[in-house]
């Protein structure tokens, strides 16, 4: 899917990505990386969250990989809706996730935004027992990427769920689908700076750059940008892709 951004768009994707460099702690998303993050892809009151997935059964073919093939899964960071998850919730994802799952964490979904309404029909959502005992409390379509990390033993899920149907623009999965590699990345750093401390890849100059840009979109002046700032912007993007060493 390639669709037209806006310029608040993209400034909006640099404003995260500036949050995101200036973490020198253990976290990858902390609470200005996730408030940028919802300021870009606003959900309408229904939340928003990261799942994280550890132990799945190496029996299993990754291919054929669900959910319920984990040892554990919580909540990394979350933003609550109006309801909340409940242990009987749990029990229903075990009980008929395998089946069910709309986005499973099989690898041609990885670093895939999928907009659930896309997959299922609504008529489709309607006939899963999942989608009454669960997904109709929490919204009725759902943006999601899965997050590969190999290196930590885990995969990652980021949830923007939203109340009303076909509410999610398409603009908002290119988005996602763009900053996703970039989150793969992120963590990668995170877990890096847990294990060795904390090193940043992007210069002073890079930072205010970023910084700059994420101010323009709050403040709604952005009046382009000069060459020299548009080189710097490309090599922040292109730095921000590489792996930590």
Not at 51 to 79: K, M, Y
């Amino acid at each position: 899917m390639a669709v037209a951004l806006r310029e608040a768009d993209v400034a909006g994707m640099l404003e995260v990505l500036h949050e995101a460099a200036t973490v020198d702690g253990p976290d990858a998303f902390t609470e200005p990386v996730v408030d940028a993050l919802l300021r870009l892809l606003p959900t309408d009151g229904a939340g928003a969250c990261c799942n994280v997935c550890a132990g799945h059964d190496p029996r299993i073919p990754t291919d054929q990989l669900s959910i319920v093939d984990f040892a554990s899964c919580g909540a990394e960071w979350i933003r609550y809706g109006p309801n909340l998850w409940t242990e009987e919730m749990t029990e229903v994802v075990f009980l008929y996730g395998r089946e069910e799952e709309s986005v499973p964490p099989r690898p041609e979904l990885m670093l895939r935004a999928v907009r659930e309404s896309d997959v299922l029909s609504y008529r489709e959502m309607r006939k899963r027992r999942s989608w009454w005992e669960i997904d109709r409390y929490f919204g009725n379509d759902t943006l999601s990427v899965w997050l590969p990390a190999p290196e930590e033993g885990v995969m990652r899920q980021l949830h923007f769920p939203t109340l009303e149907r076909r509410t999610i623009p398409d603009r908002y999965v290119q988005i996602l689908q763009l900053l996703a590699p970039h989150f793969v990345v992120l963590y990668r750093r995170a877990a890096a700076r847990r294990a060795r401390g904390t090193s940043s890849l992007l210069t002073p100059r890079e930072l205010e750059i970023l910084g700059s840009s994420a101010a323009a979109r709050r403040t709604r002046r952005s009046r382009g940008i000069s060459g020299s700032r548009r080189t710097r912007c490309v090599r922040i993007s292109r730095t921000c892709s590489r792996s930590s060493r």
